[in-house]
């Protein structure tokens, strides 16, 4: 079975400070990795797809990478929030990790 | 619809009741997901559908667990006998693409209260 892994579990950090989250899987980063943001009590937000062939994708904010050779994500959020405070998740080929879960103090 | 929709939003259930629950994706979506995410977790994977056909059943937990998709639009997860430990929210995800790795979209989600 796909093993996913999110470190930190949960950060704090306060408004304005870059974030950097971080995703491991144990595959051969063949198919694509799916970021997703989740608030309290809610579904699941798709923020980005990065597809298997690619190296980074950004939307806004939020930029990704993907290192095939190590198995790696990260996600960077720039100039954090406090609307940016959930739970982040990512996901690989049907497998999801824990999650990090993220508090921007105004 | 604009997204894909879950209901009921909240189910609760005495031990030993069956329960159902449907998943509306989003329309023209070959690909329907189902996972169950306990509190603190991430989702855990239990079913997959393209089109009417259920591809890959790997994550049910128990044979009390039964989806089905008979028109390849709507779903629904069958739970018979509910147990305390089936207690979680149940998601839902609908994508465009065939098989794994294209960009899902999830429904709100069904909790659901074993008592």
């Known amino acids: 079975k796909q093993e996913v892994t999110q470190i930190p579990a949960a950060l704090s950090v306060p408004e304005g400070e870059n974030l950097v989250l971080n995703c491991s899987f144990t595959?051969?980063?063949?198919?694509?990795l799916q970021w997703f943001r989740q608030d309290p009590g809610k579904g699941l937000t798709s923020l980005l797809l990065?597809?298997?062939?690619?190296r980074e994708q950004t939307s806004g904010r939020l930029n990704a990478s993907l290192d095939k050779s190590s198995g790696r994500s990260t996600l960077y959020i720039a100039a954090s929030q406090p609307g940016d405070s959930a739970t982040y998740l990512c996901?690989?080929?049907?497998?999801f990790g824990a999650g990090t879960t993220v508090t921007v103090r105004a | 619809g604009a997204g894909v929709s879950q209901s009921p939003r909240y189910k609760v259930a005495k031990r030993g009741q069956d329960v159902a629950l449907r998943c509306d994706p989003i329309?023209?979506?070959?690909?329907l997901f189902w996972y169950q995410q306990a509190l603190g977790q991430g989702p855990e994977f239990l079913t997959y559908f393209q089109n009417e056909a259920q591809l890959d059943k790997s994550g049910l937990p128990s044979d009390r667990f039964f989806a089905e998709r008979p028109e390849g639009s709507v779903s629904t997860l069958k739970i018979q006998r509910t147990q305390q430990e089936d207690s979680a929210v149940y998601l839902c995800?609908?994508?465009?693409?065939?098989?794994?790795?294209?960009?899902?979209?999830f429904g709100p989600g069904t909790r659901l209260t074993v008592t």
């Open positions: 595959d051969s980063a063949i198919y694509n």
């Open positions: 995800a609908s994508s465009d693409g065939r098989r794994y790795g294209y960009e899902q979209y």
């Open positions: 329309s023209g979506h070959v690909s």
């Open positions: 996901a690989y080929k049907l497998s």
């Open positions: 990065i597809q298997s062939s690619q």
